[in-house]
């Protein structure tokens, strides 16, 4: 079967990774990259395939089956739009729209014409993530309780300079940029978020944007959960620092991103380290959990997340993150935003 041909647009840090995984695919092949900046001729030839400054020059001269939209965040809406009209498949990476009304027009227009539109939330291809999920499901905790989890990392210095100083201004900070992973992940262990409440800091950058928020959640089941996040601690507890699928990172392997708490037992994420009671007659703080530590299987979710858009490509599979799944994940990171900015509780629609 011949390999099906993925266009990139945007060749910058993550376009480059999409880039990466397309050419080692044994299913996929890199058709062209469209980047109108000064490195993509470089990027272009060393891949041996054509460049073009922008969709519609290369839907016009070579159209690909499919297209990775990895641009800068304003472009997400239009470009998918574009790969809408010309019937092109197309994986846009997140946020699906840089505002909630953008990427509403965005996946309206998809589901109306019956588009293949996928949502680069990349972690809902990490086969901890499906573990997670599935012991869970399994109701070997109980029903859920509450969830902790964390993001608490340090960004260097260069990753606020220019040309990337856009990061210390509005839109630019970790909610948006780190958090909407963290509200895919919660949402597919422990369920719909259905309000949020949060505290931001600028306190240790100072820039325009925070550094560190501590927001409170709860689901439609009931359960409750608490989440720090920071980009100015020196932590390793993050899903980059402990899940080990990006060698990039420094890791960790005795620390969690997550603790899932249900009725009957926990779950510490990515550890897999599983505490449960016996049985409902034995459930006391003064008596011992049983403890296993849960055996995993590893491998890099971009990786996944490629071959899973060519499968969808083919028609051989439904889109894993649709449309509608990035914008709730993108409703969830606008309110705890504006919950922070208010100090108010906000709810958050589930439609």
């Known amino acids: 079967m011949a390999k099906v041909r993925i266009a990139v647009a945007g060749a910058g840090s993550i376009g480059l990774r999409h880039i990466e995984e397309i050419v080692a695919s044994p299913n996929c092949a890199l058709a062209s990259i469209v980047d109108p900046g000064p490195k993509a001729p470089e990027i272009a030839a060393k891949h041996r395939v054509a460049l073009y400054k922008s969709l519609a020059e290369c839907f016009a001269k070579d159209r690909p089956e499919g297209a990775v939209i990895a641009s800068p965040n304003a472009m997400h809406v239009e470009q998918g739009l574009e790969c809408i009209a010309a019937g092109v498949p197309c994986l846009v990476e997140k946020p699906v729209g840089h505002t909630l009304e953008e990427g509403m027009r965005l996946v309206e227009a998809a589901e109306k014409s019956r588009h293949k539109l996928l949502v680069g939330h990349h972690r809902r291809h990490s086969p901890i993530l499906h573990k997670a999920v599935e012991i869970v499901q399994s109701g070997v905790l109980g029903p859920i309780v509450g969830v902790i989890g964390s993001a608490v990392f340090y960004k260097p210095a260069g990753y606020h300079e220019p040309p990337y100083e856009w990061r210390r201004r509005r839109g630019g900070g970790p909610i948006l940029i780190n958090m909407v992973h963290e509200v895919g992940n919660l949402r597919s262990m422990v369920g719909e978020i259905v309000a949020v409440q949060g505290f931001a800091s600028n306190a240790t950058r100072k820039f325009e944007v925070e550094d560190t928020v501590a927001i409170n959640l709860r689901f439609a089941s009931g359960a409750l959960g608490t989440f720090l996040l920071s980009d100015t601690a020196a932590s390793p507890r993050s899903w980059e620092q402990t ?67 060519g499968k969808v490509i083919r028609g051989e599979e439904e889109p894993l993150v649709t449309g509608r799944d990035g914008l709730m994940n993108l409703r969830v990171v606008e309110a705890i935003s504006e919950a922070t900015r208010t100090g108010r509780i906000v709810d958050i629609a589930l439609n």
Do not use: C
Request: charged residues 30%.
């Open 243 to 309: 899940s080990r699928e990006n060698r990039d990172y420094a890791t960790y392997e005795d620390e969690d991103a997550y603790v899932i708490m249900g009725t009957m037992g926990s779950l510490a994420v990515p550890t897999m380290r599983l505490r449960t009671y016996a049985s409902e007659g034995d459930r006391s703080w003064y008596k011992p959990f049983e403890s296993q530590t849960l055996p995993l299987t590893r491998a890099d979710p971009l990786a996944r997340q490629i071959e899973h858009f």
